[in-house]
């Protein structure tokens, strides 16, 4: 099994999507922090590498959108940010500051889509 030292957050406010990648990282041994909204987020943001992978929801339960989110996220310094979703067909080319689009999958298991077409 492959260690990873390398560290990953996911901001959603699915609690079984936050279980699946808990529960992977532990199998992977990955370093994983899971924050159920931005804010939650935000007020730990300074223990985190700049470098450090954030994947967002796209759409909150609470009707927030997740581009929102990465607009803070990205304005804090973080520049690999993604936007976890089941619905990959989403086009978010004119937010210049999501580097990829993912499914919900553990990003340690995911190979990420590019926004500008997909490759």
């Known amino acids: 099994m492959?260690?990873?030292?390398?560290?990953?957050v996911l901001i959603d406010d699915d609690e079984l999507i936050q279980l699946?990648?808990?529960?992977?990282?532990?199998?992977?041994?990955?370093?994983?922090?899971?924050?159920?909204?931005?804010?939650?987020f935000f007020k730990?943001?300074?223990q985190f590498e700049r470098d450090t992978p954030i994947y967002i929801d796209f759409k909150f339960e609470n009707s927030f959108c997740g581009d929102r989110v990465a607009q803070k996220v990205y304005q804090l310094g973080?520049?690999?940010i993604y936007i976890a979703t089941g619905c990959?067909?989403?086009d978010l080319s004119?937010?210049?500051?999501?580097?990829g689009l993912v499914g919900k999958?553990?990003?340690?298991?995911?190979?990420?889509?590019?926004?500008r077409g997909f490759i």
């Open 20 to 40: 699946l990648w808990r529960l992977s990282a532990q199998d992977f041994q990955v370093k994983f922090f899971g924050f159920t909204s931005g804010s939650m």
């Open 94 to 99: 004119h937010l210049f500051f999501i580097k």
């Open 44 to 46: 730990k943001s300074s």
């Open 2 to 8: 492959k260690k990873y030292q390398k560290e990953f």
């Open 88 to 90: 990959l067909n989403i």
């Open 78 to 80: 973080f520049k690999k």
């Open 105 to 115: 999958d553990p990003a340690w298991l995911e190979k990420k889509s590019s926004l």
